[in-house]
């Protein structure tokens, strides 16, 4: 039952947790506001964990103002690196394949992004990389890899929040999107125990399943949607098919875990091989419905 509680979590933090920070134009300046007020979010929806598959940044942009906001990039570019080191050393200590496999591409891809930003300012990038810390135990691991992507999503909101083009909020607004699903995978590897099973088939993360996302602002701001197609792997849940007590304790997790006070759980019907579970905002107003498969865990989008 643990397992399987992790296994269809892991699927549902997959489907939701990829709503953005809005990243807004706020009166009176030419920056980027984060996630205040009325504005618009950006949908997700290519790609195997959501959000874009690759950022394209410009070959030259405007260099920033703000030396203060040059360092903390240059800082956080740091920690990326050694959360990328780190992650890759206790997935070869271990032997583990989630969630590293899934994350680990995006670390690199993260570090690249911001190396294309600073090559792009005219500025230079370096900084010392601390040497990596040596876990004894893979629960160690986990935690040590979640206080990291933890202590990255503050300095990525600062950085977006005072980002001096569209370009630059944009492509880091990507990478603190993926990071916070970063701190949720890594955060339910810790409660819920490190055991995975995974099969091709349908679903936010299996085959050629819907992929989708939505962006409300977390303090608020208008909601966004887009679609578009998903590829990995699905997991698959073993023994008994899911009931409906346990749909909605999966979905009451993954509620909690997303940390959004703007969500809420509807009503859960049971349509014979699959729940239909929606998900409302505070004023009831629906923001998606979602399928649960009983027997696979696949999920996806009944739209």
Do not use: C
Not at 45 to 59: A, E, F, L, R, T
Not at 200 to 208: A, D, I, P
Request: proline share 5%.
């Amino acid at each position: 039952m643990k397992k399987t509680i992790f296994i269809i979590s892991l699927a549902l933090v997959v489907a939701f947790v990829l709503y953005p920070a809005a990243v807004q134009s706020q009166p009176g300046r030419g920056g980027y506001g984060y996630g205040m007020g009325p504005g618009y979010g950006y949908g997700m929806g290519p790609g195997m964990m959501g959000g874009w598959d690759w950022v394209d940044i410009p070959s030259k942009l405007p260099a920033p103002k703000s030396a203060e906001w040059v360092q903390k990039l240059r800082e956080i570019l740091t920690l990326e690196k050694e959360s990328f080191a780190q992650y890759q050393t206790d997935q070869e200590k271990f032997n583990a394949y989630m969630p590293y496999v899934m994350i680990i591409p995006q670390e690199e891809n993260h570090i690249e992004w911001i190396g294309q930003l600073f090559k792009a300012y005219g500025q230079p990038s370096d900084g010392k990389v601390s040497p990596v810390i040596q876990t004894k135990t893979l629960t160690e691991a986990y935690e040590l890899s979640a206080k990291m992507e933890s202590d990255l999503l503050p300095r990525y909101e600062w950085l977006v929040k005072n980002a001096g083009d569209r370009d630059s909020g944009q492509a880091l607004n990507t990478i603190l999107i993926q990071s916070r699903w970063h701190l949720v995978m890594f955060e339910h590897a810790v409660r819920m125990g490190h055991g995975y099973g995974y099969s091709r088939g349908w679903g936010m993360m299996g085959g050629s399943g819907s992929g989708y996302g939505m962006g409300p602002g977390m303090m608020g701001g208008d909601y966004g949607y887009g679609a578009g197609r998903g590829y990995g792997r699905q997991y698959k849940t073993g023994g008994k098919p899911i009931d409906m007590k346990e749909a909605k304790a999966m979905m009451d997790d993954y509620l909690k875990s997303s940390r959004n006070p703007n969500l809420k759980l509807g009503k859960i019907k049971d349509l014979g091989n699959a729940f239909e579970a929606e998900i409302l905002t505070k004023k009831n107003d629906i923001v998606d419905r979602i399928l649960i498969d009983k027997y696979t865990g696949g999920i996806r989008s009944a739209y």
